[in-house]
């Protein structure tokens, strides 16, 4: 069946799916509710975030200039810090400091979800923890994230209740409190047991080298500390010139997540370090010995040079945007590859595949725009969805 | 990135690229105008009325994508009936026409249109047709990804608007507006036309003093078509028209409206690539606008039009009525 047709297919399914509908309406009702809170608790946001559409207009053009003062800053805290040109070096330099028969935890990662991180080290003979409970539940699941933020937003607690009675041969309840510690107890003894911790980054701020991660579990602060190996993987889009910008554009991408604070925000910038004993520094004191950063570029750098759609890079990746869009709202992450919705599209054109993968979900855009409205910088996949058809009309010589 | 040979277009959208190149309407249709018989409109003039495909071909619309739905429901392969169709094009037989003449008894096609004339001739509003002659805005082809096609087809119609005179066109249809103002302005150059929305030019005639009153009490709620809203930013102008009008109780949906306002589903070709999806689509905006308890859910869209109906019928909630801005203001014109 031609791929077009294939997920013709597929979108029809998920789209008669009610439970996709249900969960769905219950989690945009709520997001909803959480942002406008937040809002208005913080009024000063929507400023905040023209300002960084500004921070981010002036980063992606110097993406690469950024990224490499970004690994010298690193390099001088005593971290490691590599480019990755595509996924393949990316997984040869985790490999190298992997190796095989390794535990590992994983806080959620788009860019591991991106090069498939968690199935290679799997295959590479590893025992890997997806910690964050919802990309957690879709491990258990075998299935892929539904959304960039809430991985598991179209499983009901009925469904985790299985899955979580599977993983440990003990009855769970479908009760959300239970489902949640009885996840915790699971995980608990793997954080320490872990030879290495993974991670992503939300903001780097190349002057410092500092990367910066929010997160409400409190899994991914474990992961960064807890085993003796912190890995970081990061797309090249997310480093901004300075530790300031770096805080703007936290904040707003948490505020468009919906949260008028996370619980945690995580600011790595080297390995753990003592220098308590006679003064001498020492790494490796209670947090990991080492730090490894590795940016991915694959397509970036080229996507960054295209004018007409540099700005699908400004993305935060707040999510923000899919709880606006009426198709996610009934086919969650059917409409979408690796990346959701119109950005999504986008994404899949440039970054994780190519413009005939893409044109599917480049054709199944509204263009309605009320993504655009949402978007704390108002990135304008529609325009940019109607300018890759014109693309894809010439590539194929219409 | 992809090679000569692939073929992504969706043979949907490239059906209205055919109809829009080779029949000069989105529908395929052979004959235009028929909205405007018994309507005493001038013919030409500086400012004309600018009449679009969809509100012309309301029925052959709809009886095209039902038919069309029904089949994707039954996951039946409907892209081949499009080739059907086609092929009926270039013999001459429209099989809209001709389905509509079979089974549809609906009337719909152009009454927006006729309502909208008259209402703008009782405001005392001066304005011709180009009728058979009205080109065709083309702007699905640029949102098909013709773009050049669709700047060829621009400075065609350019052309025939300077032949005529043509200084201000007053439109209907949402996307054609967009085109005519946003769009035509990069593509031709020169382009100097002055482009109204109906909807503007009936706030302005209610500025004026203009009293529009139902025969009834109504409960109306109004859903902003994705173009008038987040695109022309015609969000303002129906709730000040539908305010104004007596006898509506106007309600509105409680979050999703103007510029959050839902898109029906019907946006950007997507009901002739996704059918069934786009059906669903359409059914979860009626079941938002349903939650104000209107009985009237009024638009100004004939795409949003469709769309919605088809959803009101779905959800079986046939007392409430789908109707266009330009049917409800000519419901409430003032005896003369």
Not at chain 1, 377 to 394: E, Q
Request: glycine letters at 8%.
């Amino acid at each position: 069946m031609p791929k077009f047709e294939e997920y013709k297919k597929k979108l029809k399914e998920a789209a008669r799916n009610p439970q996709i509908s249900l969960a769905l309406s219950r989690a945009i009702k709520s997001y909803r509710k959480n942002v406008e809170e937040a809002l208005k608790k913080f009024p000063h946001t929507l400023e905040l975030a023209e300002e960084v559409r500004k921070v981010k207009e002036k980063s992606i053009p110097r993406m690469e200039e950024l990224v490499q003062q970004a690994c010298e800053a690193i390099q001088e805290n005593r971290g490691k810090a590599f480019i990755a040109h595509t996924p393949q070096e990316a997984l040869e330099i985790i490999d190298g400091i992997v190796g095989s028969g390794k535990l590992i935890v994983k806080g959620k990662s788009l860019t591991g979800e991106e090069i498939d991180l968690r199935e290679h080290l799997e295959n590479r003979g590893n025992e890997v923890y997806e910690t964050d409970l919802g990309e957690y539940i879709i491990q258990l699941l075998g299935s892929k994230p539904m959304h960039i933020l809430a991985p598991a937003v179209h499983v009901t607690k009925e469904e985790v209740a299985t899955l979580l009675s599977q993983a440990s041969g003990e009855e769970v309840p479908p009760d959300i409190k239970t489902e949640v510690a009885k996840a915790r107890e699971i995980l608990r003894d793997k954080f320490f047991r872990a030879d290495i911790g993974m991670s992503g980054a939300n903001v780097v701020a190349a002057n410092t080298g500092t990367l910066f991660q929010i997160e409400n579990e409190g899994n991914i602060r474990l992961c960064g500390s807890a085993p003796p190996i912190h890995i970081v993987l990061v797309g090249m889009e997310k480093v901004v010139p300075t530790i300031e910008d770096a805080f703007k554009t936290i904040e707003v991408t948490w505020r468009f997540a919906g949260y008028s604070v996370p619980s945690y925000v995580n600011l790595v910038s080297g390995p753990s370090k003592t220098g308590d004993i006679e003064k001498v520094t020492t790494y490796g004191a209670h947090g990991p010995k080492e730090l490894t950063v590795i940016f991915l570029d694959a397509g970036r750098s080229q996507l960054a040079k295209d004018l007409e759609f540099r700005e699908a890079l400004y993305c935060l990746r707040c999510g923000g945007c899919l709880y606006e869009c009426p198709l996610f709202a009934v086919t969650a992450g059917h409409f979408g590859d690796k990346y959701f919705g119109g950005i999504g599209a986008l994404w899949t054109a440039f970054i994780t595949g190519n413009l005939a993968e893409a044109s599917p979900l480049i054709y199944s855009c509204l263009t309605c725009g009320r993504c655009k409205i949402r978007c704390p910088v108002k990135i304008d996949s529609p325009r940019m969805c109607v300018d890759l058809r014109k693309r894809i009309v010439m590539e194929e010589g219409w | 990135m992809s090679k000569r040979g692939e073929r992504s277009v969706p043979p949907g959208l490239l059906l209205f690229k055919d109809n829009i190149l080779y029949k000069n309407n989105l529908f395929g249709i052979s004959s235009k105008s028929k909205w405007a018989r018994e309507l005493s409109i001038p013919v030409g003039g500086e400012t004309i009325f600018f009449a679009g495909c969809g509100y012309q071909f309301l029925d052959e619309a709809k009886a095209t994508l039902s038919l069309v739905l029904a089949l994707d429901r039954r996951d039946l392969p409907w892209e081949k009936t499009l080739w059907v169709t086609k092929t009926l094009n270039h013999l001459g037989v429209n099989s809209g026409e001709l389905y509509t003449k079979l089974v549809s008894h609906s009337h719909l096609s152009g009454e927006p249109l006729r309502c909208a004339s008259i209402v703008l001739q009782r405001i005392g509003v001066k304005f011709g047709s180009l009728f058979e002659e009205e080109p065709c805005c083309a702007a699905p082809l640029y949102y098909i990804g013709f773009q050049e096609e669709f700047a060829n087809k621009a400075i065609a119609t350019h052309k025939i608007l300077q032949a005529k005179g043509v200084k201000k066109v007053i439109t209907m249809v949402p996307s054609c507006t967009f085109a005519l103002k946003n769009l035509f302005p990069i593509f031709v150059k020169g382009w100097r036309v002055e482009v109204h929305h109906f909807l503007e030019v009936v706030c302005e005639g209610i500025k004026r003093g203009v009293k529009f009153r139902l025969p009834n009490k109504v409960k109306v709620t109004y859903h902003d078509p994705c173009f008038m809203s987040r695109l022309l930013g015609l969000i303002e102008e129906p709730r000040h028209i539908l305010r104004s009008v007596e006898g509506v109780e106007f309600v509105e949906v409680e979050y999703a409206k103007g510029e959050w306002s839902t898109c029906c589903g019907g946006g950007g070709g997507f009901e002739v690539i996704f059918p069934e999806v786009s059906h669903i689509l359409a059914m979860n905006r009626v079941k938002e606008l349903l939650e104000t308890g209107a009985s009237v859910i009024v638009t100004s869209c004939p795409g949003c039009l469709i769309q919605l109906s088809e959803g009101v019928k779905k959800l079986k909630a046939p007392e409430v009525e789908v109707i266009d801005m330009a049917q409800l203001l000519w419901r409430a014109l003032p005896e003369e």
